[in-house]
T-cell receptor
Framework: DAGITQSPRYKITETGRQVTLMCHQTWSHSYMFWYRQDLGHGLRLIYYSAAADITDKGEVPDGYVVSRSKTENFPLTLESATRSQTSVYFC?????????????FGPGTRLTVL | GNSVTQMEGPVTLSEEAFLTINCTYTATGYPSLFWYVQYPGEGLQLLLKATKADDKGSNKGFEATYRKETTSFHLEKGSVQVSDSAVYFCALSPQGAQKLVFGQGTRLTINP
């Protein structure tokens, strides 16, 4: 049972380049989420998705694009990377949208924008 | 709006010491409350949760009680181990929504 995986685990890129971070889950969970983790801020929600082809903005969506053509995949794209997007990115999934449900997190992608 | 405030870290304790990490929240209605733990180099994993007032979540010797009157969800453990060294995040999910709001995290180091 692979669970939830992210790739790449580490990425270094340059300002202005496009970068795509991948997230894949094997549980057939309906909901998927992208967070960024920065010192002093905990984790902040970037985008989330309720199902294939249904996405919505979170707290910090500017500069990011998501898509969800298949239930199991939820890629996050930085269309033109900036230094302020240097961060650790976590993907998560949950079975349900109830506030009581648990989110399961991937191992994270550490992105450095030079 | 919704927010979570955790005690400032880092926290350093000796093995077998008593642990408390304070967490308070601001939210309307009845949020669900969570503690997640992040071990070095890994993603977050759920430690415990409580979904209504006065509920106590517990796991691996850790406990936290949902106190609506004080809007708190403090994490406690009676005797910590070196293996408990990690970053601990308090979080809430607003009533009717699965959108986690996290505190800033508390780094815990346990010395043998």
């Amino acid at each position: 049972d692979a669970g939830i995986t992210q790739s790449p685990r580490y990425k270094i890129t340059e300002t202005g380049r496009q970068v795509t971070l991948m997230c894949h889950q094997t549980w057939s969970h309906s909901y998927m989420f992208w967070y960024r983790q920065d010192l002093g801020h905990g984790l902040r929600l970037i985008y989330y998705s309720a199902a294939a082809d249904i996405t919505d903005k979170g707290e910090v969506p500017d500069g990011y694009v998501v898509s969800r053509s298949k239930t199991e995949n939820f890629p996050l794209t930085l269309e033109s990377a900036t230094r302020s997007q240097t961060s650790v990115y976590f993907c998560a999934s949950s079975r349900d949208y109830a506030s009581t449900d648990t989110q399961y997190f991937g191992p994270g992608t550490r992105l450095t924008v030079l | 709006g919704n927010s979570v405030t955790q005690m400032e870290g880092p926290v350093t304790l000796s093995e077998e010491a008593f642990l408390t990490i304070n967490c308070t929240y601001t939210a309307t209605g009845y949020p669900s409350l969570f503690w997640y733990v992040q071990y070095p180099g890994e993603g977050l994993q759920l430690l415990l949760k409580a979904t209504k007032a006065d509920d106590k979540g517990s796991n691996k010797g850790f406990e936290a009680t949902y106190r609506k009157e004080t809007t708190s969800f403090h994490l406690e453990k009676g005797s910590v181990q070196v293996s408990d060294s990690a970053v601990y995040f308090c979080a809430l999910s607003p009533q009717g929504a699965q959108k986690l709001v996290f505190g800033q995290g508390t780094r815990l180091t346990i010395n043998p």
